[in-house]
């Protein structure tokens, strides 16, 4: 017999910004992993939550857990299929932001830096030009100085595992709260990276759409 004084099991939270009858934008929050990971206690995660919602979900792209900010989760497979193909393709536009230690330098800029796993220190990815490095680009500009920090709009065109966070180490300015690049890491609540704005055509409809998830630091 059902206890009437039980109270309904809640879903996990989950921050939609946008959703249709093919997709939905979410603003996954930091240390927050994407997709499952092994073991039950991975369960937790963007498409986990999505999946209850939705009662079916599909990954599209991932953030680094560590990492905060906007990322799609597709609806139904045909989607899934479609929004891969821009990605592959280079369709999306992607920007960031992002809290530097010290003064970057200089009005805009680019990294191009071929990047490849660390194997005995994974996840760590390393600069490197062997024949395992995949080419890499990432274009920065500042926003904003503080109290020798560096407020940063970052674009990837590639989407290199940590590219982000390890260009930006190759730069003499690692992100604040990385446990894996910033040289000055003091434990940090949270990484300070943030994926702010998404634009690309609609995979149905062929409207362009923009979504932005302000920048919670």
Same mark, same amino acid.
């Given at each position: 017999? =059902? ?13 939609? /910004? ?30 986990? @939550? ?11 792209? @991932?953030?680094?857990?560590? !990492?905060?900010?906007?990322? /799609?989760?597709?609806? !139904? ?5 479609r929004m891969y193909a821009h990605f @592959? ?7 960031? #932001?992002?809290?530097? #230690?010290?003064?970057? /330098? ?5 990294? =191009?830096?071929?990047? =490849?796993?660390? $194997? ?8 490197? +030009?062997?024949? $395992? ?6 274009? $920065?500009?500042?926003i904003a100085y503080e109290n020798n +920090?560096? #407020?940063?709009?970052? !674009?990837?065109? +590639? ?26 890491? +003091?434990?940090?609540? #949270? ?6 704005? /998404? ?5 149905? !409809? ?12």
């Open positions: 017999m =059902r206890n009437e004084n039980t109270a309904p099991v809640q879903p996990p939270a989950l921050d939609i /910004l946008y959703e249709d009858d093919w997709f939905a934008v979410i603003n996954k929050p930091s240390n927050c992993l994407s997709v499952p990971g092994r073991g039950p206690d991975k369960l937790d995660s963007i498409l986990h @939550r999505a999946e209850c919602f939705f009662g079916e979900a599909f990954v599209v792209h @991932r953030l680094d857990e560590a !990492t905060s900010g906007l990322i /799609l989760v597709a609806k !139904t497979h045909e989607c899934q299929k @592959r393709e280079r369709e999306v536009q992607k920007e960031y #932001r992002a809290l530097l #230690r010290g003064t970057l /330098l200089g009005e805009r800029g680019e990294v =191009r830096k071929p990047l =490849r796993c660390d $194997w005995p220190n994974r996840p760590r990815q390393i600069v490197c +030009t062997d024949e $395992w490095s995949k080419d890499s680009i990432t274009f $920065w500009e500042p +920090t560096t #407020r940063v709009r970052l !674009t990837p065109h +590639t989407g290199r595992s940590h590219q982000l966070r390890v260009h930006m180490q190759s730069l003499g300015h690692g992100i604040i709260g990385d446990e894996f690049y910033d040289d000055q890491y +003091t434990n940090e609540p #949270r990484l300070l990276l943030h994926a702010y704005r /998404l634009e690309f055509r609609h995979p149905f !409809t062929k409207a362009w759409v923009a979504f932005v998830a302000p920048c919670p630091f």
